[in-house]
């Protein structure tokens, strides 16, 4: 089993649709958010609402949380999902296993923009729990 930590700098939209699909897709590994430097407030309730409807998930009960020591040593991999240009920095001991997504933001975004956005989170989603169940 592989643990995935998502990051991004708030944790309240990307890195949590991201864990959410992750756990919904796979039993064999298992994935996390958390916040970077910035921790958000909370999920924005269309967020959450759009992922219901859309994509059938329930994300109500999830909630931005601080990266802590612990969850980055206990990461098989960590994934950066915000822009590399106002993102979080993973510290050194890291490195080797971080990969970075560019996903954009999700605040702001029209229905069609945010629903577009998710569905690309989705699938590279989909290519991630491939490349972990080959090398497992």
């Avoid at 409807?53 to 969850?71: A, H, V, Y």
């Avoid at 991999?77 to 979080?88: A, L, Q, W």
């Amino acid at each position: 089993m592989s643990f995935v930590l998502f990051i991004c700098k708030y944790n309240n939209g990307r890195s949590q649709v991201a864990e959410a699909f992750f756990n919904n897709l796979t039993k064999k590994h298992k994935a996390i958010s958390a916040a970077g430097s910035s921790v958000g407030n909370g999920i924005n309730g269309l967020d959450i609402k759009l992922m219901k409807e859309r994509f059938g998930i329930d994300m109500s009960r999830q909630f931005p949380k601080p990266p802590s020591d612990d969850l980055l040593k206990s990461a098989d991999k960590i994934i950066i999902v915000c822009d590399p240009k106002d993102c979080i920095l993973v510290p050194k001991s890291y490195v080797e296993k971080a990969e970075h997504w560019y996903i954009p933001e999700l605040d702001g975004r029209s229905v069609e923009e945010k629903v577009k956005i998710m569905e690309d989170i989705y699938e590279k989603v989909k290519e991630l729990i491939s490349e972990l169940d080959k090398e497992k």
